[in-house]
């Protein structure tokens, strides 16, 4: 049973967790896996929470800063709010 948690943990910490990041930061997961050991060693606990962020600005330096996609967000959910507390009778 042992063998088999240990197992699903590898798995878990090598092969899942930097594909899904790797993803949502759109790097590669071997340089996931990298930035995360060298983060480890690096900066300890830390180093390894902030080393996926710091590679993917170093690599994208403006990925995700467009201004419209983040007012046009803010708008849509506030819309969204109001639009469904009328809808209950609340406005």
């Known amino acids: 049973m042992a063998a088999l948690l240990l197992l699903g943990r ?9 594909h899904i990041m790797g993803d949502s930061v759109q790097l590669q997961p071997l340089t996931v896996l990298f ?6 060693q690096l900066g300890g606990i830390a180093g390894v929470y902030l080393s996926v962020p710091a590679v993917a600005e170093a690599i994208h330096p403006t990925a995700g800063r467009n201004s419209n996609s983040v007012s046009h967000s803010i708008t849509d959910r506030s ?13």
């Not at 590898?10 to 930097?18: E, F, K, M």
């Open 10 to 18: 590898l798995v878990q910490d090598y092969v899942n967790s930097p």
């Open 35 to 40: 930035a995360r050991m060298l983060g480890g």
């Open 79 to 91: 819309m969204t709010f109001c639009s469904s507390r009328m809808f209950l009778g609340h406005g």
